[in-house]
């Protein structure tokens, strides 16, 4: 049997306590959690003892209300509620996280206070940047300031009743939003009581979110106020608040309301206007003037509550005393001022506007570039174009002209200047009377389409230069009628009779003519010719392709950057009335009929013929800033597109400032021309300067236009009725060069003459010689030398020569042509220049050894050898004693006296006494008798003879011996003026008394000319042109005495 050892043996790492129980001691960390888990299954289990075994009666025992408290104020409970508590931060802060990057994602960056989601004005200024022309705005009426510019009384009252505690708080007040909560839910104040802050407010305003009160919508609100006040002082927020609260009407911000309501700053508002303006925001359609019919007639629905207004303004001030920020003697005398007195009516949009048409231009390029909706949001400081001074003064010619357009039927004028280097448009005027209910803001200039007649002619005979190797201003293209594309000319008539045959305005053909005096005299036949031989060998149907090349030319040079963008042309046809659906061009388009475009890119299109073919867009824009002052678009010297080649650019400028081969009347030297007011229509050279001019006058008689143009500034003007459907009764060049040549007078003043320089690659060489009197005040001869593009081959083998023509056909005289008829002529080889391809001639040849003429030279095909001329017998006293009744009787050979085919030889009898002539008539009809009294100068005797001319130059005469015996002398009459009167396109003046020979004058001691000039008759007529209704006129006989003066009246 074993020992014992005395006592028991101690378990391994087990100790035991006095009170007999055993505690375990860990030897590690692992031991130690293993024991926790233990001990904590070990009390799980001693609990769950306690409970029942099912799930759910477990769930409701533990609801008891005794051991639920005592659950939560145990150990285990309080452990639990910190469990919770955790994990609920955690999660609210992921989900605050995720909330503000979900919501964030769609909203916009706050980097500025500018309100353009709102919008505001556009102020417009004039090219200096100093004068306002206009602040413009659509559905809002806002024009931001500074803070330093916004009295301190606006922002004290806006703080004392909108946010107090504005200066205190953060981006939102959580005491404000409460407050708004509780009292939305209890009805116990408004429907919807606000607890924004300004910073709140101003977001909702800057976003424009007033119409959208959902919670998305306010949890954006908050989040971009919190981040607003991180960008952004409280002043800055104040500030940027006052620049875009609503006051009522169109008027936000308080610039623009203190401009309206009282028509002062926002700097100069007095303590009473603040408030009254501070009242506004909350409820604008409640408290506004501007939403009642007494401030605003436009208001149909009278919601304005004055007393509303007065006791909430009162309110501001008792707010603004308690607040500290005036006295309760200020507030007293603040409210005892009439508030309601000082307001002014709402302002009309275009009140004080100043250049209304140019401006309203320059508005469509801004819509064009940024888009309506952008335009409208505005906000912007735009700095135009406009030079003031060349402005003003387009004003006041149109309206110095106004009376002489409404004279002859028009009631309408307008033009539009550019500056050709940089195609600034520097003045623009698009009506007479901007102000007018009916069609005042039609603008002429810019907006409404208008044909533009012959002023088109200029992009004909461009591109025909510029698209063919034979063509220069020397060539030829004949002046005849006969059937053209378009025209079939198969009835000569007038138009008005049924004529299908194209006409000049003048009614007249006369034959073959350089490019150079077809332009100047602008002929439509010609013009229409270059049109449609634009194309070298165009084989297309109705020549189409020259017609669509031509019109495609000029719209490139119009460089309309809106309509290049979107594809279309500047100068189209349509197929309805309205003007809406674009069609094909035809032949009439050359002469500007039937087809139309906008002044403003007829005027850039001919500035790019100024700049030697080089297009850039015209604008009406230097610079645009936003409400923040920054820079949105700064203009610069576009990059130019060489739209036509310079030689024919070049040629064609030539052509059109030759004031020799331009029809209007008038003197020239190569430094000036005498004045309108001396009866001088001419101006293509004015102290240096040449001037290129184009008139233009639609067919219908509706529009007259002229346009002019040198190497710095271009211009074109339009007269005609409003509706565009009234005939005008008076030659287009009385009604549009006072204003287009005033213009252009003024605008070059002093400025040292800066011509076209002439490319080095410009030929000149021999030219056809125009003889024959085209119209009224070109001259003749036409240069033998004349201006050939560098491509140009046809004139390689044109020689000066020297030859005999037939005055009537221009071509090669025979024996059969009379004596009158014939003509040595240099360069007179009608078909060494002849390019009309109607006519024989080619425009494009294959080498510089080609001629321009297909055949042999023509020969006078007007005359035949068994023609008869015309007959005349005369019956005169052998004896003519102091007075006597000389009668000749006339009868046409072959060809009529008087022919319209050949109107440049009109028939006429001339009577001779020994060699000298002592009168002379026009005849047409046959047979017809002329009787004239003849009074001798002297005693005599001698051979009376009369010579009948008939339309081709055939003469038949007869003759008479006479004695004659001068009268005695006797008393002779005063020298008086009859009458002078204006009508059907001739001026007819009489008068009484006096020695014949008679010369007619108007005011200058300028001959009228024509059959008014060293005439024996008392009675005599010239175009209206020479001697417009308003012109002075009187006769001087041949012994110097002069009659009084008469005005000539329609």
Known sequence: ????????????????????????????????????????????????????????????????????????????????????????????????????????????????????????????????????????????????????????????????????????????????????????????????????????????????????????????????????????????????????????????????????????????????????????????????????????????????????????????????????????????????????AQVHQQSPKFQNIRAPYFVLAAKQELEQTYGANTVQRGGWKVITTLDLGLQDKAEALVASNLANVKRYGADEEAMVGEDVQTGQIVSLVGGTDFTNPDHGQNNYAAGILIPPGSSFKPYDYVTLINNNNNVGAGSVLYDTEGPLPGYPCTNKQLPKNGGNCLKDYDFLTPGPLTLRYALGGSRNIPAVKAMLSAVPNDKSAGRVDSINKTISTASAMMANKYNDSKKKRSYNCYADEALTQTNQCYGASAIGDGAFLHLDDHVNGLSTMARLGQAIPRTYILKITDSAQKPLYQWKQPKATQAVKADAAYIVNDMASDYRASYLPGSCSETSCTSLNRGGYKFQRYNGWKFAIKTGTTNDGYDGLMASWSTKYAIVSWVGHHSRRVNLRSSMENLTEPITRGWMEYAHGTAKPVNWTQPTTVKTAPAFVVRNHVHFGDIEPSPTNDLYPGWFVGGGSQKSTSQTLDKVSGKVATSCTPPLAKDTQTNANVASWNIDIFRGGRTSISSSGSSTSSGAQPTDDVHNCNDSPPTVTLTAPGSCDTTCTITATVTQGTHPLNDPAHAQFPGNITFTLNGASIYSTRVSDSPTTISFAYTPTADGSGTVTATVTDSVLYQGTTSSAMSFTKAAPAATQPLAMASATSGGGNTTISWTGGTGPYTVYKTGDIPLGGSCSNTASQTCSVNTVNAPPGTSVYVKDSNGNQSPSAVVHT
């Open 1 to 340: 049997m074993s020992k014992s050892t005395g006592r028991n043996r101690r378990v391994k790492n087990t100790v035991t306590t006095r009170s007999g129980k055993a505690l375990k001691i860990n030897q590690s960390l692992s031991d130690r959690r293993k024991s926790h888990r233990a001990a904590l299954a070990a009390d799980k289990a001693a609990y769950l003892s306690t409970l029942p075994k099912d799930r759910w009666k477990r769930i409701i025992y533990r609801l008891h209300p005794k051991r639920l408290a005592h659950y939560w104020f145990s150990r285990e409970g309080g452990i639990m509620a910190l469990k919770i508590i955790g994990v609920s931060i955690i999660v609210g802060f992921f989900l605050t996280i995720g909330m503000f990057a979900y919501f964030r994602k769609d909203l916009p960056k706050i980097k500025d206070l500018s309100g353009d989601a709102l919008g505001g004005n556009i102020t417009y200024y004039d090219r200096t940047g100093q004068t306002v022309l206009f602040n413009d705005y659509d559905s809002v009426k806002r024009v931001p300031v500074e803070t330093k510019n916004i009295s301190k009384y606006v922002q004290q009252a806006t703080v004392a009743v909108e946010d107090k505690d504005f200066f205190k708080h953060g981006a939102f007040d959580v005491r404000g939003i409460m407050r708004a909560a509780f009292r939305d839910a209890t009805g116990s104040g408004s429907a919807v009581q606000g607890g924004s802050t300004i910073t709140q407010q101003l977001v909702k305003l800057n976003e424009n979110w007033t119409d959208n009160r959902t919670v998305t919508r306010k949890v954006k609100e908050l989040i971009l106020a919190v981040e607003l006040e991180r960008e952004y002082s409280k002043q800055d927020v104040m500030t940027g608040y006052l620049n875009i609260a609503p006051y009522g009407g169109q008027e936000y911000g308080v610039e623009a309301a203190a401009r309206d309501y009282f028509q002062t700053s926002a700097k100069d508002l007095t303590l009473a206007q603040s408030a009254m303006l501070a009242a506004i925001p909350q409820s604008p359609s409640y408290y506004s003037p501007y939403a009642g019919n007494a401030y605003n007639p436009a208001v149909t629905a009278d919601t304005f509550n004055p007393t509303a207004l007065l006791n909430r303004q009162h309110y501001i001030l008792d707010q603004m005393v308690s607040q500290g920020y005036i006295t309760k003697q200020q507030a007293a005398e603040a409210k005892a001022v009439d508030i309601l």
